[in-house]
């Protein structure tokens, strides 16, 4: 099973980009979903414990907790160490549960990636990116997004140049739906290959 980390700097498409390979027929391993679900239960008593105020109706406020990091930049290393190893932990769950299967690729759709090691967890690499005004466009229309907010994202993931120059694949989103699933489409096909060489080698 050849596992695909994807990822790429917010509002480059990632998220998207990682369900058009799971429609081509990849396990599709969401760390942000994942992380949601641990704020609604798993991850709470210990997240309450070191940020009180960030519980709100027995679930982790992702506003709320977002404002309290705002303020105190320097207690996310803390959140990362209570959170990254529950998440790493579903992860592995399911990537078993894929290899019981039989699955060809496994696709972890991960934002910090590399900014985590988590390049030395996957066998490919693929980034999702596209210019920088699209990006800020796409960002800017959230619910809630303000400049301030988003320049403060993006100073806490590595530069979109760097994640691109570190990739295997780039998937370019700056386009049309269409020219980036062709994009994925290429890559599944080239690591099919690939995974028939080998196979044919052993």
Do not use: N, W
């Not at 990682?18 to 991850?43: E, I, K, S």
């Not at 303020?71 to 894929?98: D, R, T, W």
């Not at 994009?183 to 096909?189: A, E, G, L, P, S």
């Amino acid at each position: 099973m050849i596992v695909i980390g994807v990822t790429g700097s917010i509002g480059m498409g990632k998220s998207t980009t990682a369900r058009v390979f799971a429609a081509q027929g990849a396990v599709l391993h969401d760390a942000d979903a994942v992380v949601h679900a641990l704020y609604r239960g798993p991850a709470v008593p210990a997240v309450g414990a070191r940020f009180p105020d960030a519980i709100c109706d027995g679930m982790v406020d992702r506003t709320r907790l977002a404002a309290i990091l705002a303020a105190e930049p320097s207690a996310l290393p803390e959140l990362e160490a209570i959170v990254h190893p529950m998440v790493q932990a579903v992860e592995a769950e399911s990537m078993a549960e894929a290899r019981r299967q039989g699955r060809s690729m496994f696709i972890l759709d991960v934002p910090l990636l590399f900014e985590t090691g988590g390049e030395k967890r996957v066998d490919v690499v693929v980034v999702v990116s596209a210019p920088a005004d699209i990006q800020a466009a796409r960002v800017l229309e959230r619910p809630g997004m303000t400049p301030e907010r988003f320049a403060t994202i993006l100073a806490r993931q590595m530069p979109d140049a760097e994640k691109r120059r570190r990739a295997h694949f780039v998937v370019e989103t700056g386009g049309s739906k269409e020219a980036a699933a062709a994009t994925v489409t290429d890559i599944v096909r080239a690591l099919a290959a690939t995974a028939a060489a080998r196979s044919h080698r052993g």
